[in-house]
């Protein structure tokens, strides 16, 4: 049968491989989220740059229709017109 060394032997082999096991999946669990982290922020950046150009269109329209109703009073205003 076993004795109680060979016991002693198979359990501290299994707690080497539950160890390893751990550290490994631990490993890959890191990298996960690192890439997932990186992602992210991709998408996070990339979204504030679509942001950021759409104010940017808003308000140059603003800026574009401000001035040509700027224009129109101004002209109405040389001409005598209310």
Do not use: C, P
Request: charged share 40%.
């Amino acid at each position: 049968m076993f004795n109680a060394v060979d016991i002693e032997r198979a359990d501290r082999e299994i707690d080497r491989f539950i160890e390893r096991r751990h550290q490994e999946t631990n490993g890959e669990q890191r990298h996960i989220e690192a890439v997932w982290k990186a992602s992210t922020r991709r998408e996070r950046d990339k979204r504030r740059r679509e942001n950021a150009a759409a104010w940017y269109g808003h308000h140059e329209h603003m800026r574009a229709l401000h001035s040509s109703l700027a224009a129109e009073h101004e002209a109405r205003a040389l001409l005598g017109q209310s």
